[in-house]
């Protein structure tokens, strides 16, 4: 999937990946795409509740060894 930004939340547990996904919404453009890059499997329940909290669509993941790929889309 293709995203205009990308962050890397390697190695951080819950609930950094949303605090960082959080902050880094905010400097993005309504439509834009965000890739999170993680590890922390608690992501897979953790992203898409934090999107339907903040309007935001969470678009799916890819998962590829330990890492955990989510897509977000800025409502």
């Known amino acids: 999937m293709k995203a205009d930004?990308?962050?890397d939340c390697f190695g951080l547990m819950?609930?950094?990946p949303i605090v960082k996904t959080a902050n880094q919404i905010k400097k993005?453009?309504?439509g834009e795409v965000l890739e999170v890059i993680a590890t922390d499997k608690g992501i897979k329940q953790?992203?898409?509740a934090w999107c339907k909290a903040t309007?935001?669509?969470c678009l799916?993941?890819?998962e590829q060894g330990d890492e955990i790929?989510?897509?977000?889309?800025k409502s």
């Open 5 to 7: 930004v990308k962050i």
């Open 14 to 16: 819950c609930p950094m």
């Open 28 to 30: 993005m453009k309504a």
């Open 60 to 62: 799916g993941f890819e």
């Open 46 to 48: 953790d992203m898409p």
């Open 55 to 57: 309007g935001n669509e």
């Open 69 to 73: 790929k989510v897509y977000v889309k």
